[in-house]
C-alpha cells in the first residue's frame, strides 16, 4: 500500500468523521513521523508492513471517535506539545484566553506565587511558567494522581521562562491548602453537570476523563468549594481566573459574590463571543 492509497482508504473508514481525509493524513504523517505536507507530495511512497499495521489499529480506533490527541499521545497548546493520555482532559484552545489573561495579570500586578486548581496535564501551570518573563512559583495541584504523573512528564519537557520559576504539582485536593496568600489562582474546573454527561459529543463522553467534567449536580462544586476556600488562600489584592460553562456564567458568578465578601466579579468573553472567564478581584481576606 502507498500513502495515496492508505489515505483513500483511511478516509472511507472514517467517513462518520467532522473531517476524514485531514485525520487520516494526521494520523498517516504520526506513523510516518513526517510533515504532513510530505503525505501529499510523495503519493507513491510505499509503507512498510509495520507501518501499514500500525495505521490500521489507529484507523480503527480513530473510527470509533478516539480524539486525535489520545491517539498521537500529543496536543499542541499555547505554542507547546503536551503529552496526553486518557487520565487527563484534552486541553482545549478556549483555555489558551484564560492563560493570556493571566500572563496580563501577572505583567500587570507584579504576581508571583500561583496556584492551579485542577492542572490535569499541566497545560495553564506550565504555559505560565513557560511565557512567564519574571520567575513565578505556582503549585499546581489534582486529586488524580495519574493525573500529576502526565504534568510531571510535561514539566520535564516544558522548560521555564526564568530558572528561578519553579512549579510543584501535588496530588491533592483544595482542602489541604488554607492559610496561604497567592497571588493569583487559576483553574478551569469540572463544569458540567451530572445530568449532562451523557449529551456530551461521544467522543468526549467515552474517552476523556469523567472526573475532568463532571462537576457534580448543577456543575458548580468546584467553584462552591473554591468560593469558600478564597477568603483563606489570595493574598490582599490577588485575583481568581476559572473558566467556565458559559451557559452556568451568571449562576458561578453570583455564588462568587455571595460567598467572598467584598469581591467584584467580571465575566469575560471568549473570542468565540462565549462568557468564558470569571475574574474575581477584591476578596477580603480572612485569617485563620
Ligand atoms: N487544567 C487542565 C486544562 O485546562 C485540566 C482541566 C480539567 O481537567 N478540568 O486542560
Not at 502526565?150 to 519553579?166: C, F, K, L, Q, Y
Not at 482542602?175 to 458540567?192: L, T
Amino acid at each position: 500500500m502507498n500513502t495515496r492509497q492508505a489515505i483513500e482508504w483511511a478516509g472511507t473508514e472514517l467517513s462518520g468523521l467532522e473531517d476524514p481525509r485531514l485525520e487520516a493524513e494526521l494520523l498517516l504523517a504520526y506513523v510516518l513521523d513526517c510533515d504532513r505536507s510530505r503525505i501529499n507530495a510523495y503519493p507513491e511512497q510505499q509503507l512498510n508492513h509495520h507501518e501499514e499495521q500500525r495505521y490500521r489499529v489507529l484507523i480503527r480506533r480513530a473510527s470509533r471517535l478516539e480524539p486525535l490527541a489520545y491517539l498521537t499521545g500529543k496536543k499542541e497548546f499555547f505554542g507547546h506539545s503536551f503529552l496526553v493520555n486518557r487520565q487527563v482532559l484534552i486541553p482545549r484552545p478556549e483555555t489558551e484566553e484564560l492563560v493570556e489573561l493571566a500572563l496580563q495579570k501577572i505583567e500587570k500586578h507584579g504576581f508571583r506565587r500561583i496556584l492551579d486548581v485542577g492542572t490535569g496535564s499541566g497545560a495553564i501551570a506550565l504555559s505560565l511558567a513557560a511565557e512567564s518573563p519574571a520567575p513565578l512559583t505556582i503549585d499546581a495541584i489534582d486529586k488524580s494522581v495519574m493525573a500529576i504523573k502526565v504534568a510531571g512528564m510535561n514539566r520535564i519537557r516544558i522548560r521555564p521562562a526564568h530558572e528561578d520559576t519553579s512549579v510543584n504539582l501535588i496530588a491533592s485536593t483544595l482542602d489541604a491548602f488554607q492559610g496561604n496568600d497567592y497571588d493569583m489562582v487559576v483553574s478551569n474546573p469540572p463544569y458540567i453537570p451530572s445530568a449532562e454527561i451523557t449529551a456530551l459529543a461521544e467522543g468526549v463522553r467515552e474517552y476523556e476523563p469523567h472526573l475532568a467534567l463532571d462537576g457534580g449536580t448543577d456543575g458548580l462544586d468546584i467553584y462552591r468549594l473554591l468560593a469558600k476556600r478564597l477568603p483563606t488562600i489570595l493574598a490582599d489584592g490577588g485575583i481568581c481566573l476559572c473558566e467556565v460553562h458559559s451557559p452556568l456564567a451568571s449562576e458561578t458568578a453570583e455564588l462568587f459574590k455571595d460567598s467572598c465578601p467584598g469581591s467584584s466579579v467580571t465575566v469575560h468573553k471568549d473570542l468565540q463571543g462565549r462568557l468564558r472567564i470569571i475574574e474575581i478581584s477584591g476578596v477580603r481576606r480572612l485569617l485563620l
